[in-house]
């Protein structure tokens, strides 16, 4: 994955010594280029904690294959875990948060009920992975979308993660009864279609069956197609999404076995574009 070729791109994953940020670590190390950067970000509540963690972080570091090691760093701030993540992240000019997610213990604890806050709240896109995935590759990717300029935006980053991994994208149209807002999703469709065909994407147009809600009708779609990933953006006002936000808060508290690729959209505008991968 590149996010820019002409920089060495920072990659942020929090880590809490659980296998589940052991496996977003490899997760991130798997999609990045072997010139980015992957930084572990622990969060301590006591500035006393501070050398202790910088020993552990650094035996989990030593133990890394060697082309590994050599570009993966640590950092430790002082705060709180729900309110400090985008803060480190963002002192820390990462390009992309790779944050794993898993159960109702540690930082599921904070993630689960606080997740869209956080991301709400970034301008940073996040790859936020699951607990049970074992990352190999990125086959297929689902890509929900509407009427709303901002997921032609998310479009653009999952075409680049296709384009690298030589995945396919199936991309699905969300079911709305106005008239007006549905010629407008289907001028995202052309644009998309033509964003997907210039960089080489192999794509398809799916619709659902519609006896169901569209947020059901998705997840056993990917789930039938076996999907490796989920791109969507988060809306503040659910009104705006092709998903509803709850539905991205199934996601994130560990309901299915899917990576999310997701960003604020009210966020997208005031991206400088150079997440390509």
Known sequence: MKLDSTKKNVIVVPFDFTPTTEKALQYALNITESIDQVILLHIVKSASDVENMKAKLTSIIDVLPEDSKLRVSSKIIHGKLSEDINAGAESLKADLIVMGTHGARGMQKIWGSNALKIVSSSHIPFMITQGKETFSSISKIILPFSYAKETLQVAQFAGSIANHYKASIDLIGYRDKDEGLVQNMKINQTVMRRLLTDQGVDYTISSLPGKKSYEKELIEYSNKKGADL????????????????????????NKFDIPILTVSAMSLGKMNGSLVF
């Open 230 to 253: 989920i791109a969507a953006a988060y809306f503040n006002e659910s009104i705006f999404t092709a998903i509803g936000n709850s539905f991205l808060q199934d996601l994130i508290e």
